[in-house]
């Protein structure tokens, strides 16, 4: 059973518009919420990331919104371009455990020309 | 240039030959960790370690061993290795808990 999950699973947007990636948690110690990108043939890469002290985080197009009574936290990239194309993963980590991070399943996001 | 490197990149082998995976970070990271990815399920963690000779179970950690005899190193083992091994697997490391994980380029297994 998935702690986190994302959805959707698979995202096309034309160049120039928004993507929108959900995640959900269940654990409630969860401490710490960011979002990885990975390009074909290689690992994640950290992107962005939020504590539940805010409710926004915005780097550049890339804004992460959080509800922390509702348990979601949600990517926003504005502009979406081409080379925005990968797979987008949310994860959640409490800081007591070990730094170890619980990711969702991954959406994989197409940016049309 | 920071680094987490890993080998084999790519590997096909057969059930139950015990094979390596080496590990090398070159930031001095305390924290390191080995990862699975699987199509729908994300990355699930196998094992970490907090600091040399401590490592500790994952979410998936059946049929993986560890070892962190130096900071720098971190090897996965699977000693019999079976079909449901096959995966893409990552190792990370970080400074130390609650800071950025540093993921290297990914390890292609397949057993037949």
């Known amino acids: 059973q998935q702690q986190v999950k994302q959805s959707p699973q698979s995202l096309i947007v034309q160049k120039g518009g928004i993507s929108i990636i959900n995640c959900a948690y269940e654990?409630?110690?969860?401490?710490?919420f960011p979002w990885y990108q990975q390009f074909p043939g290689k690992g994640p890469a950290l992107l962005i990331a939020?504590?539940?002290?805010?409710s926004e985080k915005k780097e550049g197009r890339f804004t992460i919104s959080f509800n922390k009574s509702a348990k979601q936290f949600s990517l926003h990239i504005m502009d979406s371009q081409p080379g925005d194309s990968a797979t987008y993963f949310c994860?959640?980590?409490?800081?007591?455990?070990?730094?170890?991070?619980?990711f969702g399943g991954g959406t994989r996001l197409m940016v049309k020309p | 240039e920071a680094q987490v490197t890993q080998n084999p990149r790519y590997l096909i082998t057969v059930t139950g030959k015990k094979l390596t995976v080496t590990c090398s970070q070159n930031?001095?990271?305390?924290?390191m960790s080995w990862y699975r990815q699987d199509p729908g399920l994300g990355l699930r963690q196998i094992y970490y370690s907090m600091n040399v000779e401590v490592t500790d179970k994952g979410d998936v950690p059946e049929g993986y061993k560890v070892s962190r005899k130096e900071k720098r190193n971190f090897p996965l083992i699977l000693e019999s290795p079976s079909p449901n091994q096959t995966s893409l697997y990552f190792c990370?490391?970080?400074?130390?808990?609650?800071?950025?994980?540093?993921f290297g380029e990914g390890s292609w297994l397949t057993v037949v």
């Open positions: 994860a959640a980590s409490n800081n007591n455990a070990g730094n170890m991070l619980t």
């Open positions: 990370a490391s970080s400074f130390r808990s609650g800071n950025t994980i540093y």
């Open positions: 654990n409630t110690a969860f401490d710490y």
């Open positions: 939020i504590r539940p002290d805010v």
């Open positions: 930031m001095n990271h305390e924290y």
